[in-house]
């Protein structure tokens, strides 16, 4: 059975400093990988994707890694700023492909 | 180009009444995949419906849940006699194949169904 976990659940940063998120899952035959964003009370924003035969995704300062072997995707979130304050979700597809298995995300904040 | 639609977007429901949620997939998208988040918890699958067909509800609780996307008009997922434990916010999103093999799964602002 697939598992999502994304460590660390919490991070404060200031303004303008470089970070990494972190997700690892269980299962390493995996279909998609796929980065949310998540604001208070509001639904997802899809980040970035990437496809089981790719190894990152960058999107203008969001750059995405895989690692099939290891179990393991990172976030990189550059030059950080206030408006990136939100939960950030990591999720991967079941066997099946059929259904996204969430983290329970990292929530972060940055502080101007 | 408009996104998935969910609505209502808030919804209040005493114990033992009926919630209906409704999902209009984006333009284009055939698939629809129902979510439910509870507090403090993470995202759980529930449901994956196409046109007229449930593809996979290993998600779906065994008892009062049930969805259905018609050949025309939105999902739904209807919820049978509320419980407080129904209290959630859930989520519709929709893709053009199956996600998992075609890419990108596009979610709705989700409704938020709170039981008294």
């Known amino acids: 059975k697939q598992e999502v976990t994304q460590i660390p659940a919490a991070l404060s940063v200031p303004e303008g400093e470089n970070l990494v998120l972190n997700c690892s899952f269980t299962?390493?035959?995996?279909?998609?990988l796929q980065w949310f964003r998540q604001d208070p009370g509001k639904g997802l924003t899809s980040l970035l994707l990437?496809?089981?035969?790719?190894r990152e995704q960058t999107s203008g300062r969001l750059n995405a890694s895989l690692d099939k072997s290891s179990g393991r995707s990172t976030l990189y979130i550059a030059a950080s700023q206030p408006g990136d304050s939100a939960t950030y979700l990591c999720?991967?597809?079941?066997?099946?492909?059929?259904?996204?298995?969430f983290g329970k995300g990292t929530t972060l904040s940055v502080s101007s | 180009n408009a996104g998935v639609m969910q609505n209502p977007r808030h919804l209040v429901r005493r114990r033992g009444q009926e919630a209906r949620l409704r999902c209009s997939p984006m333009k284009g998208h055939s698939h629809v995949y129902w979510y439910r988040q509870l507090p403090e918890e993470g995202l759980k699958f529930m449901v994956y419906?196409?046109?007229?067909?449930?593809?996979?509800e290993s998600g779906m609780p065994k008892e009062r849940f049930s969805a259905e996307f018609p050949k025309e008009g939105p999902s739904i997922l209807r919820i049978q006699q509320v419980v407080r434990g129904d209290s959630a916010a859930y989520f519709c999103?929709?893709?053009?194949?199956?996600?998992?093999?075609?890419?990108?799964?596009?979610f709705g602002e989700g409704s938020r169904l709170t039981v008294l």
């Open positions: 999720a991967v597809y079941n066997q099946a492909g059929t259904a996204l298995i």
């Open positions: 419906l196409q046109k007229e067909n449930i593809i996979d």
């Open positions: 299962d390493s035959a995996i279909y998609n």
């Open positions: 990437i496809q089981s035969s790719q």
């Open positions: 999103a929709s893709s053009w194949g199956q996600a998992g093999n075609t890419g990108e799964l596009f």
